[in-house]
């Protein structure tokens, strides 16, 4: 195809209806004589950018026969010759750069341009006419265009379904939303509701089959053993009904991922019922219960994990989060409707200090303290409104950065004594600032048990023993923010050390409730330490050799992962010892030591287990980490100065550890199957948290203005939202399955 294009934007009428065989008037087969009286006639002007630098007449003519010469089936080489010559007044140039497109095309693209229009610059609101040739300059038939804006409307829809924010498919289809784009281009394609439907749809199939896949990949390499493990929450939406979301937590490809799995209406709360539905979850999802090696929920629903044969295990997120809210008298319990060790002054300190913050939430009262911020050099924050009623953590965002401000309060309160909320005494500012350090220590608990990328699944206890031994009665001690200190040009809180006895006696209280709820909570069932958490840690190369744990729980450790070793092994592998042997200390690769096994004395004798588990040990202890992480370990002087939580938990021990460990023999001759079975377990999630955000997730979907919305068209627009770092992962490793659902895809959305 050979475009002409006038030097304002607009493309030859004739040429236009030459590529497309049609009148764009009547929308009949083109004939040239004819659509030269409509032109005259003025008919066809709504075609032209510029109806005041419309070429004569005789232009027009002289701009036909060319084109009509260069549209013909002529070679290119003489459709070039063309460029440069002057037609009837008329100057053929060659095209911009910028309006050539990226794609390569066999012929060269000529502009038509007049003497007459070299001076008149002024921009005009581009046609019809105008927007369809911004993608025939480009080289594109309409087949290519139609192909295009297909894939134009799937990322609309990428948008819509992918995006956090509150997003309606009349948002999607309206005038704003479509002149935005066509903004940047004038061609940007309409989407309208069947479109959106029909993508959804075949996204959701492509998700599917993704994640049968990878189900299916994790069931060859563990041979038929579980390797997953299950969650689920329950939530009520805006239209009143009861929905459950089902997680599924699995390592695939070296990645620990946590994917949605379902979000169904759920028609009761009994443990039958959630049980039926978490069976009908797996079996669309071509999952079943010998894929999963434990689960995790509600404390509430604990039991489901009964009814289907797991463990009873809760979440830990809940467990740290009623810790802070029973330390500051948020959470309340009751005998026989009687409240059981009220704890009135903290009830009340907390409301002072909410009405206090929500007295600048309001005009001009902000700036004012910003303003007795700059004259007593304190930093000038804004203070976060509670509004989150169901977790503690949000007192602590409300609690801080009143600390941190809390000089240029106090001043502004003396020069406001007559507004009654602004009256905190000094005292309370004390009390609050020790109220703020219990709730972090309780913070930094809940976040870390919700780190399911860090492999976290046999922390439980180390992460226990830290906030028991923070809220120590006699040993432990909390960062307390420095009141006296808090300055403009410190960008983070400073905070100093501070044991029970050196608070006041609200803030003891506070911490010694603190202290008796974590003890409670780490005794109370579903939080202890159950079988999962001991192959977990047993499994976990950061914590089992490292005297990261006490010898009672390594024993313990020890007994489950033989056990489910004997399992795991259907039969006794041959695993002879490699043929280097060990000399003048330990041999490393990959930084990672070589292990070695003694030779069985038998042909059909198995391996003893206890030097199977001394070489896993040792090799906990010699694993040179700074060595495997050079970057992020390299502020650490030594190895033994590694700590578990801060150093270790976040490096990525499965494909820089575990990766090598399995796909290397040499390093694998010492350790059996044990880095193998290790991936069933260490990425087990020691909370829920997952499903409580396809909570929210369904929220902002389902809005207060959208309570009709289908149940099936909300359980997969939430499931690919949650999954969209999944999808992602997918599409650029495994392009052969999206391949098939990319050619429906297209092909659903053309026009």
């Known amino acids: 195809m050979c475009i002409f294009r006038v030097d304002d934007g607009t493309i030859c009428s004739h040429f236009f209806c030459f590529s497309t065989k049609k009148n764009p008037v009547t929308g009949d087969k083109f004939d040239p004589d004819a659509f030269d009286a409509q032109f005259e006639t003025g008919k066809f002007s709504a075609h032209l950018a510029k109806e005041h630098s419309v070429l004569s007449k005789r232009k027009r003519l002289n701009c036909k026969e060319a084109i009509e010469a260069v549209a013909s089936n002529q070679p290119s080489a003489k459709r070039v010759k063309l460029v440069g010559q002057k037609i009837g007044g008329v100057t053929m140039t060659p095209p911009s750069k910028s309006s050539r497109s990226s794609e390569t095309h066999s012929e060269t693209p000529i502009d038509i341009k007049s003497d007459d229009d070299e001076a008149d610059t002024e921009k005009q609101p581009k046609s019809e006419l105008e927007k369809l040739s911004s993608w025939l300059v480009r080289g594109l038939n309409q087949d290519q265009i139609k192909v295009r804006r297909a894939k134009q409307r799937a990322k609309i829809m990428c948008f819509y379904v992918y995006s956090d924010q509150k997003i309606t498919g009349t948002m999607l289809t309206g005038a704003e939303f479509r002149d935005m784009l066509c903004e940047g281009d004038p061609n940007y394609a309409k989407l309208d509701e069947r479109q959106a439907q029909a993508w959804v749809e075949l996204e959701y199939e492509l998700g599917k089959a993704f994640f049968q896949y990878a189900t299916q990949q994790n069931r060859e390499l563990h041979e038929g053993n579980p390797f997953a493990q ?36 759920c028609p009761g709360g009994l443990a039958p019922q959630v049980k039926a539905q978490c069976e009908g979850v797996w079996s669309a999802m071509t999952v079943s219960r010998s894929d999963f090696c434990s689960k995790i929920q509600d ?34 319990k009751s005998k026989n409707k009687v409240p059981v060790e009220p704890f009135p002054d903290g009830v009340a300190l907390m409301s002072d200090l909410g009405e206090f913050a929500k007295h600048y939430s309001y005009g001009t009262r ?17 203070i976060t409104i509670d509004h989150n009623t169901t977790r503690v953590n949000s007192k602590g965002r409300l609690l801080l950065p009143m600390m941190r401000m809390n000089k240029g309060l106090k001043l502004h309160r003396d020069q406001n004594k007559d507004i009654k909320a602004l009256q905190i005494t000094d005292e309370k500012f004390v009390q609050g600032a020790e109220f703020e350090a219990v709730l972090d220590t309780t913070r930094k608990y809940t976040t870390l048990v919700q780190h399911e990328s860090a492999c976290n699944g046999g922390y439980k206890a180390k992460l226990f023993e830290i906030l028991e031994r923070s809220l120590d009665p006699f040993s432990g001690f909390v960062n307390v923010v420095d009141l006296e200190n808090q300055t403009q040009k410190v960008k983070q809180a400073l905070r100093k050390r501070r044991t029970r006895d050196q608070m006041t006696p609200v803030g003891r209280i506070c911490f010694d409730r603190g202290s008796q709820e974590a ?17 977990a840690a047993g499994f976990d190369l950061r914590l089992i050799g490292r005297d990261e744990l006490p010898a009672a729980t390594i024993a313990k450790c020890k007994a489950a992962v033989e056990e489910k070793y004997a399992a795991y092994v259907a039969t006794n592998d041959d695993m002879s010892d490699d043929e280097s042997q060990q000399e003048n200390g330990t041999k490393f690769k990959h930084g990672i030591p070589i292990m070695h096994l003694p030779k069985a004395t038998g042909v059909n004798e198995s391996i003893d287990f206890n030097a199977l588990w001394e070489n896993w040990l040792s090799l906990s202890k010699k694993v040179c980490w700074k060595d495997l992480f050079p970057e992020k370990l390299q502020k650490v002087n030594r190895e033994e100065d590694l700590d578990s939580i801060d150093d270790l938990m976040e490096l990525d021990v499965l494909r820089m550890v575990y990766k090598t460990l399995i796909e290397d023999e040499t390093l694998s001759a010492g350790v059996g199957k044990l880095p193998k079975i290790a991936l069933c377990y260490i990425g087990n999630n020691l909370a829920s948290s997952y499903c409580e955000r396809v909570n929210s997730c369904a929220k902002l979907v389902m809005t207060h203005d959208r309570t009709v919305l289908n149940d099936a068209h909300l359980e997969k627009v939430c499931w690919l939202r949650m999954n969209r770092s999944f999808m992602t992962y997918m599409k650029v490793n495994h392009k052969d399955i999206a391949q098939k659902w990319k050619q429906e895809m297209v092909s659903a959305l053309l026009e």
């Open 230 to 265: 299950d969650q689920h929450d329950c939530v009520t939406l805006k239209n009143h009904k009861k929905y459950s979301a089902h997680g599924l937590q699995m390592i695939f490809e070296y990645i620990n991922w946590t994917l949605c799995m379902g979000f169904k209406p």
């Open 299 to 332: 404390f509430a629903d604990l039991a489901v994990a009964r009814e289907l044969g797991f463990e009873e295990e809760g979440c830990q997120m809940h467990s740290g989060d009623k810790v802070g809210s029973w330390a500051i008298g948020k959470l309340t």
């Open 366 to 382: 902000l700036a004012e303290l910003h303003n007795c911020c700059d004259v007593v050099d304190s930093p000038k924050l804004k």
């Open 519 to 535: 003890h409670r909570r780490q005794e109370l069932h579903g939080s202890k330490m159950c079988t999962r958490d001991f192959l």
